[in-house]
């Protein structure tokens, strides 16, 4: 059974931090590709940042750039997502996700790649 457990959310002020993590059981963790998307409410979900099999290659939406920094650890089968400088737009629940992929270093940008979903982490951001 694959179970994908974000944690780390929480309520934080504008300007702080908060690292997400994302442990990962069921699968082969270092073969598959993984992404952090986000949903506020009545919005769709976005892709946050993604992050090939190796952790080598990161992408990040354009709005976190320079804030949120996506990574891995291949040994301990978890996901991270850390978080500066927060703002409160950043406020949504977070998800993380593992896609196939189609080779070492692919990122996976659209939703529709990835397999296998988290329940999902609420970060709420106070200005």
């Known amino acids: 059974q694959v179970q994908l457990v974000e944690s780390g959310g929480g309520l934080v002020q504008a300007g702080g931090s908060l690292r997400l993590s994302c442990a990962v059981s069921?699968?082969?963790?270092?073969?598959?590709?993984m992404g952090w998307f986000r949903q506020a409410p009545e919005t769709e979900r976005e892709l946050v940042g993604a992050?090939?099999?190796?952790?080598?290659?990161?992408a990040t939406t354009d709005s976190v750039k320079g804030r949120f920094t996506i990574s891995r650890d291949n040994e301990k089968n978890t996901l991270y997502l850390q978080m500066n400088n927060l703002k409160p737009e950043d406020t949504a629940v977070y998800y993380c996700?593992?896609?196939?992929?189609?080779?070492?270093?692919?990122?996976?940008?659209?939703?529709?790649?990835?397999?296998?979903w988290g329940q999902g982490t609420q970060v709420t951001v106070s200005s």
């Open positions: 069921g699968l082969v963790f270092k073969t598959y590709g």
């Open positions: 992050i090939s099999r190796t952790g080598r290659s990161t």
């Open positions: 996700a593992a896609d196939r992929g189609l080779g070492s270093e692919y990122l996976a940008r659209r939703e529709i790649e990835y397999e296998f």
